[in-house]
């Protein structure tokens, strides 16, 4: 199989990753893996996409969380295509506005799934991308909006275009800390767990995409990170202008970009278009 080009939807069950599995299944020539934590939910999916609309989706179980499923996940592409040409890191969750959780607590739970589990997947799954192929992180217009209201030294660090993987990790880990403390709005950061978890997103895409140009150059490899926009999803609630195949458009436009794309690379991209960070 190592012929068939294959593409990866993190938390492809429902919303905009669901959305982005199934434009991709009438616009990518090859096999789409719907990912979910929860098989039942995943398989489903699948399963509608398969009755309702005709297409041909498959299914992978993968709870970002857990290093093992990431590493199941990893095997089973490296044994049957040798690889990976399209990543989508889509996964992520969001406490609602009026959660009476600890911001602390929220912190904790936000950067886990939506940072650090994140960079677990990339850690695994960025060895198997093949030359020419295209990751996508899906991050948020919150990263830019966060990043302008932390304090000036923290938005020169984030800002920063030789900030470390291991300098990045340690300013979230830091988010954290103080969150739990109580602390982190004296300390600089803005009062938002969601939002710092998308600076992190944003700021790990361009570091990723800095590292694939010194030590895969020449491959092709393009990685960006996007803000889908305010999508009508679990998530974001009814009331967002988007609807999910919307939502999809940008993610889904960064996963197809032509063999010969130089720009955007590296980049947060809204609305297809390159935003300043």
């Not at 291991?166 to 600089?188: N, R, S, T």
């Amino acid at each position: 199989m190592s012929g068939v080009r294959v593409a990866v939807v993190t938390g492809g069950n429902k919303g905009i990753g669901l959305a982005i599995v199934r434009a991709l299944c009438k616009q990518f020539q090859g096999d789409v893996y719907l990912t979910a934590r929860n098989t039942q939910l995943g398989a489903k999916a699948v399963q509608e996409l398969k009755e309702k609309e005709g297409l041909s989706p498959l299914f992978h179980q993968l709870d970002i969380n857990d290093l093992n499923s990431i590493r199941a996940l990893r095997d089973f592409l490296k044994d049957k295509y040798g690889g990976l040409d399209v990543l989508i890191n889509n996964a992520g969750i969001a406490f609602k506005a009026a959660d009476t959780t600890p911001f602390g607590t929220q912190a904790e739970v936000t950067l886990k799934t939506n940072f650090f589990a994140t960079r677990d997947v990339c850690h695994e799954l960025l060895p198997l991308i093949k030359p020419n192929g295209r990751v996508v992180n899906v991050s948020s217009m919150m990263s830019s909006m966060s990043l302008a209201k932390c304090s000036p030294e923290l938005q020169e660090k984030f800002r920063s275009d030789i900030i470390t993987e291991e300098e990045l990790v340690k300013l979230m880990e830091k988010f954290v800390e103080d969150a739990k403390k109580g602390i982190h709005k004296d300390q600089g950061w803005a009062d938002s767990a969601y939002g710092t978890s998308k600076i992190g997103v944003t700021v790990l895409s361009r570091i990723q995409a800095r590292q694939l140009k010194e030590t895969r150059k020449g491959e092709g490899i393009v990685l960006n990170a996007c803000c889908p926009g305010w999508v009508r999803t679990d998530m974001a609630g009814p009331k967002a202008p988007k609807s999910p195949d919307e939502g999809a458009e940008t993610p889904t436009y960064l996963a197809l970009l032509p063999l010969d794309s130089a720009s955007p690379y590296g980049e947060l991209v809204s609305e297809k278009k390159i935003v300043t960070w």
